[in-house]
Structure formats: structure tokens, C-alpha cells
């Protein structure tokens, strides 16, 4: 089981960013994917998830400060979650991750597999 992040960089404010999340090792259709972030001295918290499990409707859900901004998806293979990221602000920048639990929610505790993190940084 794996998960791979990318696409983190620097982007000036108001740019946009797509970050990935290639998963290996299982099949998603029977989980959920979320994206987190953690800033320096922060607590990470939730950025958006989706549920592809039995249960799920392939519903997507956002935290309130990146609504309408941000949009989750995934490729065709199922194999690839992406976060892509508009209108940026120098308060997204964070360490970005995805993880893998039983249903989406926008709890870190109930994820079981991490990926290792990918950096957005957002200059003013």
C-alpha cells in the first residue's frame, strides 16, 4: 500500500497549483481519500475528501476556507486523486498529504495509510 504525492511548489498568490496522489497496492473503489495540510505550528486539518467505497456516492467534501477554490477528483483509472488548487493565499502554504480510511471524513484519526507529504508555498 502506497501513497505518493505531488505537484507542491511555490506559486505566487492568486496562482493555482494541481497537486496528485498516485495509490498503489489497493483498489480505491472501497475507500476514501482525503487531503490534509499542516502548517508550522499548526495541527493539520482537512482540506477536502471523497468517498469511492461501497457506501460512498462519490461525494466530495471541503473544508470552509478553501470552498469554492478548491476541487478534489480522480482519473478514470481510479488510480489518482487530485487536488487542483485556485486562487491561492500565502495562508494555504502547508505541507499537503493524502490518506487512505474506510470513509471519508474530515478527521485525520480515521485514515489509516499516509502519503509522505508534498510542499505549497504562497508568496504574497
Known amino acids: 500500500v502506497q501513497l505518493v504525492e505531488s505537484g507542491g511548489g511555490l506559486v505566487q498568490a492568486g496562482g493555482s497549483r494541481r497537486l496528485s496522489c498516485a495509490a498503489s497496492?489497493?483498489?480505491?473503489?472501497?475507500?476514501?481519500i482525503g487531503w490534509f495540510r499542516q502548517a508550522p505550528g499548526k495541527e493539520r486539518e482537512g482540506v477536502s475528501c471523497?468517498?469511492?467505497?461501497?457506501?460512498?456516492?462519490?461525494?466530495?467534501y471541503y473544508a470552509a476556507s478553501v470552498k469554492g477554490r478548491f476541487t478534489i477528483s480522480s482519473d478514470n483509472a481510479g488510480n489518482t486523486v487530485y487536488l487542483q488548487m485556485n486562487s491561492l493565499k500565502p495562508e494555504d502554504t502547508a505541507l499537503y498529504s493524502c490518506?487512505?480510511?474506510?470513509?471519508?471524513?474530515?478527521?485525520?484519526?480515521?485514515?489509516?495509510?499516509w502519503g509522505q507529504g508534498t510542499q505549497v508555498t504562497v508568496s504574497s
Open positions: 490518506a487512505l480510511g474506510p470513509i471519508a471524513t474530515m478527521a485525520p484519526d480515521d485514515y489509516v495509510f
Open positions: 497496492g489497493f483498489n480505491l473503489d472501497y475507500y476514501a
Open positions: 471523497v468517498n469511492f467505497g461501497d457506501n460512498g456516492d462519490g461525494r466530495t
